[in-house]
Nanobody, 118 residues
Framework: QVQVVESGGGLVQFGGSLRLSCTASGSIFRLYSMGWYRQAPGSQRDLVASITSGGSTKYADFVKGRFTISRDNAKNSVYLQMNSLKPEDTAVYYC????????????WGQGTQVTVSS
């Protein structure tokens, strides 16, 4: 009932930047948070960053100081500015929305590939 679409991935050199975008639509009444996970081949899906409707943010330790999450509530959109990219950032990045402050009602986008070359 909630559709999530992300874009902005691609191939970038070490130290480069990308900006990911995500928009939610459908049954988005009382949407609490939006954010990003990433998953490399053979690995689990890890939280990258999240932001609540009130603007509170959380970041994984491996992206602190390099990535910035932001949100446009009027557009039901979330963005991830990714700077100083490293090869270990290579993964599929998934946008999500969540109706619950406890993290139990997530809807996922299809993913966008980020590849960082050395």
């Amino acid at each position: 009932q909630v559709q999530v679409v992300e874009s902005g991935g691609g191939l970038v050199q070490f130290g480069g930047s990308l900006r990911l975008s995500c928009t939610a639509s459908g049954s988005i009444f009382r949407l609490y948070s939006m954010g990003w996970y990433r998953q490399a081949p053979g690995s689990q899906r890890d939280l990258v960053a999240s932001i609540t409707s009130g603007g509170s943010t959380k970041y994984a330790d491996f992206v602190k100081g390099r990535f910035t999450i932001s949100r446009d509530n009027a557009k039901n959109s979330v963005y991830l500015q990714m700077n100083s990219l490293k090869p270990e950032d290579t993964a599929v990045y998934y946008c999500y929305t969540d109706r619950s402050p406890l993290g139990g009602a997530k809807y996922w986008g299809q993913g966008t590939q980020v590849t960082v070359s050395s």
